[in-house]
């Protein structure tokens, strides 16, 4: 498999079907995407469990496995990718039920090579949008969303205890300290602050900061310990544990990942 390249799999257990489709899409493709077959149905759900497929084209009648069978073996997998099924005239029940597990496209057998790509160009272009729409997901913290300080009910002593934050969140900050800004007690602005804005101060702080590191690692070729002192941690090691406390991920694969150094997004 061709190192950065997206991989188009072409699942056929007609020879001539499945060859004719890869020489075509390899002159096509020059170079842009690793092009890959398999026989049969067995082979190629090994394979789309263990490897990265951006564009599946299949046959919807194969002997064992179906192509409906893998298309339904794909349902729950965070990797599935886009689908195009390949049918006969007399096959056009597989056909809608294929659409309707997801296939984006069908093509008629005898294929026809103008059509062919057409579709598959097509296809490609939703599997990017799906891509761009995955990582948009990761980047966004819905949480933070919800916190409108423009929103009814929320109070004045809140609304400027998140603008201090948003403007210093590069310093060392505490709550009690925010709080004395504001002129209230520590414990009463920790109440007011949960109640009005749905999450406690230091979870708010928390998020805040990973939401502006996420940024500046997509943004900037900053080091990850740098990027953490930016954004108010003293530390790499604490700013790798909050990080991944609240993405699951560590800074540098997150930034790896969303920049395209592996399009597997976990």
Not at 58 to 65: A, L
């Amino acid at each position: 498999m061709s190192l950065g390249n997206k991989t188009i799999l072409i699942v056929d257990d007609e020879p001539r079907t499945r060859q004719g489709i890869k020489q075509t899409l390899e002159l096509w493709a020059a170079g842009r995407y690793s092009v890959e077959t398999c026989d049969n149905g067995v082979e190629a759900r090994e394979r789309l469990r263990q490897e990265r497929v951006h564009l599946l084209i299949t046959d919807v009648r194969m002997p064992e496995v179906s192509g409906l069978d893998l298309i339904y073996s794909l349902q729950e997998s965070p990797r599935k990718p886009v689908i195009i099924v390949i049918s006969g005239y007399a096959e056009f029940d597989y056909v809608q039920q294929a659409m309707r597990l997801g296939a984006v496209n069908y093509l008629l057998k005898p294929l026809d090579k103008s059509e062919l790509l057409t579709v598959v160009e097509d296809a490609l272009k939703r599997e990017e949008e799906q891509q761009r729409h995955v990582k948009l997901e990761k980047l966004v913290d819905h949480k933070l969303l919800e916190i409108d300080p423009d929103q009814a009910g929320m109070g004045q002593p809140v609304k400027e205890a998140i603008a201090y934050v948003e403007q210093h969140l590069h310093e060392q900050l505490t709550m009690a300290e925010v709080a004395g800004l504001i002129h209230l007690n520590a414990s009463y602005f920790s109440v007011l602050f949960k109640e009005q804005a749905g999450v406690s101060f230091t979870e708010y702080l928390s998020r805040l900061r990973i939401q502006r590191a996420k940024e500046l690692l997509l943004q900037t070729a900053l080091p990850v310990g740098e990027i953490g002192e930016r954004v108010g941690y003293r530390t790499d090691k604490y700013f790798i544990k909050v990080f991944k406390s609240l993405e699951a991920i560590s800074p540098s694969r997150y930034r790896q990942q969303m920049k395209g150094g592996s399009e597997e997004i976990q």
